[in-house]
T-cell receptor, first 113, second 109 residues
Framework: NAGVTQTPKFQVLKTGQSMTLQCAQD?????MSWYRQDPGMGLRLIHY???????DQGEVPNGYNVSRSTTEDFPLRLLSAAPSQTSVYFC????????????FGPGTRLTVT | DAKTTQPNSMESNEEEPVHLPCNHS???????IHWYRQLPSQGPEYVIH???SNVNNRMASLAIAEDRKSSTLILHRATLRDAAVYYC??????????FGTGTSLTVIP
């Protein structure tokens, strides 16, 4: 199993550009989530999904969109990047939600200039 | 959302036991106590979790106070590979995790 994979590893965007961060898992997990981590801080939940076709907002959802068309994939879209979105983004999955062990991806380091 | 309080940093000598404390005075009866750690430049990694009873696994032990208002993660013999930020997190059926700033553990050779 590859576990949770994220692409790209690094990305630089200009203000106003859009992009999609990819996240995939091969463990048939129902629950997937996106976090951002700013320097010296803990992770903050952006959006999560409890299954294909179901998504919900986390603690800091503004400026981000998600969709879940398959169990395996959970992309995160930035529609109009802002410097405040410079951060490291982590995707995670678990079999049934936060009460179970979550598996995290290696992260995507995003810089918005 | 129930919050946790941890010391910002701790130090331990290599091969000594480490006790990482966590206070969670507003914990509810359905909240699980989770511990994750994050090595430099990596995503968080699951360590252990429990509800009421003490728990042991290959990585660590979790000691939960009788009133559940605090818990302690125990690393039995710290190694240099255990240097990381350790997060104590509460979760319930709300499907949301709230990471604090964690405890940065330094292991001294």
């Amino acid at each position: 199993n590859a576990g949770v994979t994220q692409t790209p590893k690094f990305q630089v965007l200009k203000t106003g550009q859009s992009m999609t961060l990819q996240c995939a898992q091969d463990m048939n997990h129902e629950y997937m989530s996106w976090y951002r981590q700013d320097p010296g801080m803990g992770l903050r939940l952006i959006h999560y999904s409890v299954g294909a076709g179901i998504t919900d907002q986390g603690e800091v959802p503004n400026g981000y969109n998600v969709s879940r068309s398959t169990t395996e994939d959970f992309p995160l879209r930035l529609l109009s990047a802002a410097p405040s979105q410079t951060s490291v983004y982590f995707c995670a999955s678990s079999s049934q939600g936060t009460g179970y062990e979550q598996y995290f991806g290696p992260g995507t380091r995003l810089t918005v200039t | 959302d129930a919050k946790t309080t941890q010391p910002n940093s701790m130090e331990s000598n290599e091969e000594e036991p480490v006790h990482l404390p966590c206070n969670h005075s507003t914990i509810s009866g359905t909240d699980y106590i989770h511990w994750y750690r994050q090595l430099p430049s990596q995503g968080p990694e699951y360590v252990i979790h429990g509800l009421t009873s003490n728990v042991n696994n290959r990585m660590a032990s979790l000691a939960i106070a009788e009133d559940r208002k605090s818990s302690t993660l125990i690393l039995h013999r710290a190694t240099l590979r255990d240097a990381a930020v350790y997060y104590c997190i509460l979760s319930n059926t709300g499907n949301q995790f709230y990471f604090g700033t964690g405890t940065s553990l330094t292991v001294i050779p």
